[in-house]
């Protein structure tokens, strides 16, 4: 049985055909988003999530045409901690790649992952960040349950910091050598600096993408456990504004989630 279209707490979740139908999805209500904000006379702060979870979304809205581009201010959520930033993993290279070298953004501001004073650089990241006030936040969630890199072990709701610099787990950093971004375990870095919890959920609307069979567990904990640093994204059904778009494998351990929110639908 499937369903195009649920409900947990505050969060909806949509079930497309294919990995690249969730990511074009994503995209379109992104740049609803961004349409709607071509007006404006201020920039519009966007944060970017990378990974493999990110590629169709990326790739759908960067190909969208007529987007107002000039009129964003873009961040992004995390990044490793003394990485190259030439290195094939590293996200500032990822956002370069699949975002703004194909399209003009009016800013971006990167997390230097090699700055040489870490502090003042996640001082002055997250003043830029407070200071434009982002209003929309794509995003992914990790196999751990992770949110940026806020690894369960890391994962603070009520975190007084804005960025801050964590040690990595290790399911996280075998998620990153499964998903090809290393060629062994050692590699993996083991610290990165990531936006805290409490100011992705500051941000007023997030869009989540979430695809393939790695992260179906992960989806079925974050829709049915109790909201707990244990699986950090169960914190996203106290959102006001969240849709998490998944394709047919990453929704494939929620059969009887759907066949019970059809039951309430027929009994109502």
Not at 112 to 130: F, N, Q
């Amino acid at each position: 049985m499937s369903f195009s279209r649920f409900k947990a707490g505050h969060l909806q979740c949509e079930i497309h055909s294919s990995n690249q139908a969730a990511g074009a999805a994503a995209a379109a209500a992104a740049a609803e988003v961004l349409r709607q904000h071509a007006s404006s006379k201020t920039l519009l702060g966007v944060i970017f999530a990378t990974g493999a979870s990110q590629l169709t979304t990326l790739s759908a809205l960067t190909s969208t045409s007529g987007l107002p581009w000039r009129c964003v201010c873009g961040f992004h959520l995390d990044e490793y901690v003394d990485l190259s930033p030439d290195h094939p993993a590293s996200f500032r290279r990822y956002l370069r790649e699949h975002l703004t070298q194909l399209v003009p953004l009016g800013e971006f501001h990167e997390i230097d992952g090699t700055a040489s004073d870490p502090d003042r650089m996640c001082s002055e990241y997250i003043l830029k960040l407070r200071g434009q006030n982002p209003l929309l936040c794509l995003l992914g969630i990790g196999e751990n349950g992770h949110i940026a890199f806020n690894d369960p072990g890391e994962a603070d709701f009520d975190d007084p910091q804005g960025i801050k610099a964590v040690e990595l787990d290790l399911i996280c950093r075998q998620q990153q050598l499964a998903e090809g971004w290393f060629k062994t375990l050692a590699d993996v870095p083991p610290k990165a600096f990531t936006l805290t919890i409490p100011t992705v959920l500051k941000v007023p609307k997030l869009i989540v993408s979430v695809p393939g069979y790695r992260k179906a567990r992960v989806v079925r904990r974050m829709l049915t456990e109790s909201v707990s640093t244990a699986c950090p994204a169960t914190i996203l059904r106290t959102h006001p504004d969240v849709t998490v778009f998944l394709d047919q494998e990453s929704a494939s351990e929620l059969d009887d989630i759907l066949v019970s929110q059809c039951e309430e639908k027929l009994g109502g």
